[in-house]
């Protein structure tokens, strides 16, 4: 089993309240830095412990690439516009969330800048953001095209990439990964034991703002074939996403995170508290579904740093 909580990382101001115009004033002023996620670091087999130590989030490289020209002619993809990252978090079935993450990483680290194809030659250019498996007409056209030198300029590319867009590839990446179990004509049992769900942290390149996004397997049946896929769902900053064990813990994470959200404490570091209280929780029963150590990370401006590590017991 596993345990991860994100959400959005938010604590008081002190600088705002030190400045504010009435001193007197109960309301707490609150400020947004970035993300937060949380997890335990367990695998098992069977709901027995195997191995410890697992990391269940990950920094994902996300690479913008911009077209290189000789002259009027197209050569290639050599240096990127936007070199940053994000983070993804999973739960469920460690070699389903590797196939994915596998997926995720080449996807978002060979996005390209390219241009919609043109009908008419007096309609001004659309420069878009594609991913490397789709037709690039840049890359991919047969015919000999010549671009002028007054396009493909690194103002052109401003506000091209979004978070809403880097989703959606996401989203894409983890189906593509999925979409091969349907050719197996997988049982139920099979379906359930494959069952991962993913959480992205995106800092939007256009915006600045930090979004977080929730990916839940789902399953449906076409042609008495089962079929898995991904759907996303965007994680306002007023609640926590939780995968893993939902029923025991998430309304109790995010009763945790709306105090946290009420008196100012910081949310991640909050979380973090009640994510190793309910590791103690579950080893008092005899259960080890969840262990330490346990990983505390901050996301902030295209960055993922670890805040703390509680160590495992028999350290």
Do not use: Y
């Given at each position: 089993m596993t345990l991860v909580i994100v959400g959005h990382e938010i604590r008081a101001d002190g600088y705002s309240e030190v400045w504010a115009k009435n001193k007197n004033s109960q309301k707490i002023i609150l400020r947004s830095e970035g993300l937060f996620a949380v997890a335990d670091s367990i695998i098992t087999s069977?709901?027995?412990p195997i191995l410890s130590g697992l990391r269940k989030i990950h920094s994902i490289p996300l690479k913008l690439w911009k077209p290189y020209f000789v002259h009027e002619y197209f050569r290639d993809y050599l240096e990127t516009y936007i070199d940053t990252?994000?983070?993804?978090?999973?739960?469920?079935?460690t070699l389903t969330a590797t196939h994915a993450l596998?997926?995720?990483s080449t996807h978002l680290g060979n996005l390209q800048i390219s241009c919609e194809?043109?009908?008419?030659?007096?309609?001004p250019v659309k420069y878009i953001v594609q991913r490397h498996c789709e037709y690039n007409i840049l890359r991919d056209s047969n015919e000999v095209i010549l671009w002028g030198e007054d396009m493909f300029l690194n103002h052109d590319f401003e506000k091209l990439l979004t978070a809403q867009y880097i989703a959606e590839v996401i989203e894409h990446s983890i189906n593509n990964a999925l979409k091969s179990a349907k050719k197996y004509r997988l049982t139920a049992e099979e379906v359930q034991n494959m069952r991962s769900d993913f959480a992205a942290g995106i800092f939007c390149p256009t915006t600045k703002q930090h979004y977080l996004f929730l990916y839940r397997m789902r399953e449906r049946m076409v042609n008495n074939i089962v079929e898995v896929f991904t759907e996303r769902e965007e994680i306002g900053n007023d609640r926590v996403a939780v995968l893993g064990m939902r029923d025991k813990f998430e309304e109790r994470a995010q009763k945790t995170y709306c105090e946290a959200l009420k008196s100012g404490i910081s949310t991640g570091k909050e979380i973090f508290k009640f994510l190793n209280y309910a590791i103690e929780e579950v080893a008092s029963t005899g259960s080890f579904s969840i262990d330490k150590p346990s990983?505390?990370?901050?996301?902030?401006?295209?960055?993922?740093?670890?805040v703390k590590v509680e160590p495992s017991n028999d350290n």
């Open positions: 069977g709901g027995s990252e994000c983070f993804v978090a999973f739960s469920g079935s596998n997926n995720i194809p043109r009908r008419k030659e007096f309609i990983f505390h990370k901050k996301f902030e401006c295209g960055k993922l740093k670890t």
